[in-house]
């Protein structure tokens, strides 16, 4: 957990009890953040006696990982024995706790009342994962995977600036069937469009995400339907749009299907063969024309003309913001974790974002989002 929070860029301090001093040495901590590691309520050699004030002061978050059923029981009591329950007490920053113990310990009554107690003075709460635990029983009780504890302090850390919102994203590609084998696609991941989905569940709001077949990680707290054709892409949407605040459609739906979907595998014949294509339905089009006061956000991916290609399509279909990338440039690509990006507006105002993870491309395109001025109504 440590490496993964100063991997990220977090400046992470330590602060232990006695007993877990038992399972790893504070100069491990110490070794791994490169500061000093806390323990001691008083100690004399200590040159700032009230290291738990100061500490407590420049703490943004604070996470208690694993949490046994004791200093969880502390903590819901107001019982402040030794540094860090006296920290846990000085603290004003969010707390997200992480249960980890025996099944039966876990079920307990008391200790699930703590941890509503907990929950009520609003601190975070992360559930334990269900599995084979130390003392060899099974159920829940061990620690919750590190992404999950990851994502809920991202999400302690977020400014709820969609607090109350519900928001509808679609991603990933769209398959459209030839016979039982083989489909036309294309090579989106869905990386762009669930980044967009998981930024925005951070901030708050009520997120639903469409998306086709992918292999990408759904993100935490996200409701997610999966579809496989365009076809059955703009039915999900269209039911999910309708008392949507907010659609971004990042999803890369394939402009045809083929005319004749063949119940078997078609065997290799002749030197050539000819595959009849029919148009599939414009989506993002549809939303356009009947928008009313949702914003609407579209993506184009492209290789040529990109600020011409893009504006076009904002225009045409009723925008509110396009973000317009050259998939043929190096790190802004299909199935690379990073993005550059372009924001057009229908003002002809245009906002540059360089070279950044797909995580932080999303952060920087949802702060503009939040700026944009509610459409008047209907388009007429």
Same mark, same amino acid.
């Given at each position: 957990?440590? $490496?993964?929070?100063?991997?990220?860029? /977090?400046?992470?301090?330590?602060?232990?009890?006695?007993?877990?001093?038992?399972?790893i040495?504070?100069?491990?901590?110490?070794?791994?953040?490169?500061?000093?590691v806390?323990?001691?309520?008083?100690?004399?050699?200590?040159?700032?006696v009230?290291? &738990?004030i100061?500490?407590a002061?420049?703490?943004?978050?604070?996470v208690i990982?694993p949490?046994?059923?004791?200093?969880?029981?502390?903590?819901a009591?107001g019982?402040?024995?030794?540094?860090?329950?006296t920290?846990?007490?000085?603290?004003?920053?969010?707390?997200?706790?992480?249960p980890?113990?025996?099944?039966?310990m876990f079920?307990n009554?008391v200790?699930?009342e703590?941890?509503?107690?907990?929950?009520g003075?609003g601190?975070?709460?992360?559930?334990?994962?269900? #599995?084979d635990?130390?003392?060899?029983?099974?159920?829940?009780g061990r620690?919750a995977?590190?992404p999950e504890?990851?994502?809920?302090?991202?999400?302690?850390l977020?400014?709820?600036?969609?607090?109350?919102k519900?928001?509808?994203?679609?991603?990933?590609?769209? $398959?459209?069937?030839?016979?039982?084998?083989?489909?036309?696609?294309?090579?989106?991941?869905?990386?762009?469009?669930?980044?967009?989905?998981?930024?925005?569940h951070?901030?708050?709001?009520?997120?639903?995400?469409?998306s #086709?077949?992918?292999?990408t990680?759904?993100?935490?707290?996200?409701t997610?339907? %999966?579809?496989?054709?365009?076809v059955?892409? =703009?039915?999900?949407?269209?039911? !999910?749009?309708?008392?949507?605040?907010?659609?971004v459609?990042?999803?890369?739906?394939?402009?045809?299907? *083929?005319?004749?979907?063949?119940?078997?595998k078609?065997?290799?014949?002749?030197?050539?063969e000819?595959? $009849?294509?029919?148009?599939?339905?414009?989506i !993002? /089009?549809?939303?356009g024309? &009947?928008?009313g006061?949702?914003?609407?956000? #579209?993506f184009?991916a492209e290789? %040529?003309?990109?600020?011409? &290609?893009?504006? %076009?399509?904002? +225009?045409n279909?009723? !925008?509110?913001?396009?973000?317009?990338?050259?998939?043929?440039?190096p790190?802004a690509?299909f199935?690379?974790?990073?993005?550059i990006?372009?924001?057009?507006y229908?003002?002809g105002? +245009?906002?540059?974002?360089?070279?950044?993870?797909?995580?932080?491309v999303?952060?920087?395109?949802?702060? =503009?989002?939040?700026?944009?001025?509610?459409p008047?109504? *209907? +388009?007429q």
């Open positions: 957990m440590a $490496r993964l929070l100063i991997k990220k860029g /977090a400046d992470t301090e330590v602060a232990m009890t006695a007993n877990a001093t038992r399972f040495t504070p100069l491990t901590f110490q070794a791994l953040t490169g500061r000093p806390s323990c001691r309520s008083f100690d004399s050699s200590d040159e700032d009230m290291a &738990h100061s500490l002061a420049r703490t943004e978050a604070l990982v949490a046994t059923a004791n200093i969880i029981a502390k903590m009591m019982i402040a024995d030794d540094f860090l329950t920290l846990c007490l000085a603290v004003t920053s969010p707390k997200i706790v992480c980890a113990m025996n099944v039966r079920q009554p200790v699930q703590n941890l509503r107690r907990l929950q003075f601190a975070i709460v992360v559930m334990p994962g269900c #599995g635990l130390a003392c060899g029983e099974t159920g829940p620690l995977e590190l504890i990851i994502e809920a302090i991202k999400s302690a977020t400014v709820k600036s969609l607090a109350g519900k928001v509808l994203v679609s991603a990933g590609p769209t $398959r459209e069937m030839i016979d039982p084998v083989r489909f036309i696609s294309n090579r989106s991941t869905g990386k762009m469009g669930f980044a967009m989905a998981a930024e925005a951070r901030r708050g709001a009520r997120v639903f995400l469409v #086709g077949p992918v292999t990680p759904r993100p935490m707290g996200v997610v339907v %999966e579809v496989t054709t365009a059955e892409m =703009r039915q999900a949407v269209l039911d !999910l749009a309708q008392d949507a605040d907010v659609v459609k990042a999803a890369a739906v394939s402009d045809y299907a *083929p005319a004749e979907q063949y119940a078997q078609v065997k290799k014949g002749l030197d050539e000819t595959l $009849r294509l029919i148009k599939n339905p414009d !993002l /089009a549809e939303l024309r &009947h928008k006061r949702r914003l609407l956000v #579209g184009a290789t %040529e003309d990109l600020l011409a &290609h893009a504006r %076009e399509k904002m +225009i279909k009723n !925008l509110d913001l396009i973000v317009a990338n050259d998939v043929s440039r790190g690509g199935a690379v974790d990073t993005n990006v372009k924001l057009l229908p003002s105002r +245009i906002d540059d974002i360089p070279l950044k993870s797909k995580e932080e999303a952060r920087d395109i949802w702060d =503009r989002i939040v700026e944009l001025p509610a008047r109504g *209907p +388009i």
